[in-house]
DNA sequence: TTGAAAGCGATACCAG
DNA sequence: CTGGTATCGCTTTCAA
């Protein structure tokens, strides 16, 4: 790493003739008790140098660093890109940067990485992601986030409880269980599930919800009509693949998220099968796009930007006993699933 | 900010009983000159006492942090978050960590978060976005990012050329001229363009792009049949509209980005023409789900991770001449450009 | 090979 | 209100 060498505040203060605690106190006066001709003099001199405070050196005597750091599992995916934007839009108003990892669902590499946003001492942890059942790493996860907490840090997880941490918490469950309700309404009868791995309970929520929802109205979701696969867009379309090649008799499928319906739209084409028409599909987080595709897609909203922002909210205020902030969904019904 | 109080080096070294010197050299020791015995009692005892060092005191000492800065327009855009992907992914294999910031597209602020990636005194920092013409911050950006390269910062752009940076080029003129001949080819006569705002390179580039294209084809554009409005998805709603309102006759429409194009083929629908059938539709980028969406979307392949990649390893490489990599397109085409 | 000590850049306490 | 100085956590000469 080639050494950067910067205006320092010293000679800021040596060009103003002042000592480098009164060009400190000028330029970052938390308590100001400067005059206000020094303060413009300092000022002006280290515009003219091009003089950028150095955070690092900011961070050593502080102790903390004015950051967030942010962990999602893909970037790629419009779910945690939609999240990330209202992290780092409510991180810019508070003044806080953002430094940002991708674990890419391998949760060994997610341990690592909080190791690593540790030794950053930002001022909280955001992690996105759902949890999985038996993890082998949660416990270092857990504990690796629960020692940053002692030293004084926020963490968040955007993800499901119950958790000793500050938790944004889809509904998942009955946001399911409502599009259950809304789809039979409709006159759907015949129902297949797309999902992603259960181990997942992102996933396992989602499936359980939508399952209740079905019994609530006297329908039972059969074993054989649940086809599971990776949380994607492929697995989508696998999963899809899988329920037409059972020959499972349906008229209406869920799949567990946007993403991975339309992956099983395209699979439901390419066997010929018109979705919207002989078979309604419906997905859950209302990403972008699903109003553009065609049909266009039934879905349950998440607000993602939202959540993002809420999580924020949590890492910058001040409590100490963990807190959840519930994110209500809500179903929104469109033509590919048609009223029956 | 409250103040993280954490295991520091001296108190891993007096419970290893040896000098901080010594640990300091134990645990990241560059030049390995320290006993075996020593090394592995001090690696033990920082382990046990859950030792991080302290990234910044590190920066510090060093002049520069492992890290690299990058500055996207947009995170929820899936164009730069699939190459934000990129860059973090080659990013974590050189053990580097990344701090990311959006702009939102406003220039102003974007000379703002480039003043603080600054005062990080990270390793390199990128910018990914299109150039505006007559920026009137455009000077003071780059006034920044020299001020950065200057002391010893790696600066990498993905944008358009010239540029006294590192750049990494996307062949948008290349691209959309082929596409134009390839759509031409395939017996399209009256065209129509969807363009984001031309004050943004990257539209004015793939409009000229796909004009000379087909002026190679002795077909006349005429400027009737361009549309222009914002460089979204509402943009290119918004513009198709426009085209449709105004009468032109079309046979096909090109928008200037896959994002312009879905909202193009909302608006189309809206109107009663079937994208596909009536009217041919193409796009640019290639991101996610130009393959899921009926009809499949023909486009310009851009390799967006792999963009990513390659401005990493721009900014990893040693070299002092500024260098430009093209990175080429290729067209893609797909049932929503139907030989006619 | 190890340790003592001099910084790195900035903040904050304590006098003046 | 201003300046001197100890301090933050760590790396890196320089001796031993």
Known sequence: MPPQHQVTLAQVAEAAGVSIATASRAING???KVSEEIRVRVTQTAEELGYLPNLS???VVKGASPTVAVLVSDIADPYFSAISSGIMAA?????????MATSERRSADERDMI??????RPRAIVVVGSRWDQDPQAAAIEEQLAAYQQAGGRVVLVSQGP???DLVEIQNFEGAKALAHALVDQGGQRFGVAVGYRRLRTNADRLAGFTQGLAERSITLKEEAVAEAAFTRDGGYAAMRQLLERGVELD???AASDLMAFGAATAMREAGVQPGAQIGLAGFDNIALTEDVTPALTTVDAPLGEIGRRAMDLALSEGTEPRTVEVPTSVILRASTPRR
Chains 1, 2 share one sequence.
Do not use: I, K, N
Request: net charge positive; aromatic share 12%; hydrophobic share 35%.
């Open 115 to 120: 190791r690593t946003f540790r030794s950053q």
């Open 30 to 32: 938390s308590t100001r």
């Open 252 to 254: 209406t499928v869920f």
């Open 91 to 99: 991180a810019r108003q508070a003044g806080l940067m953002v430094t």
């Open 57 to 59: 050196a900011q961070t």
């Open 163 to 165: 958790s000793p941490f």
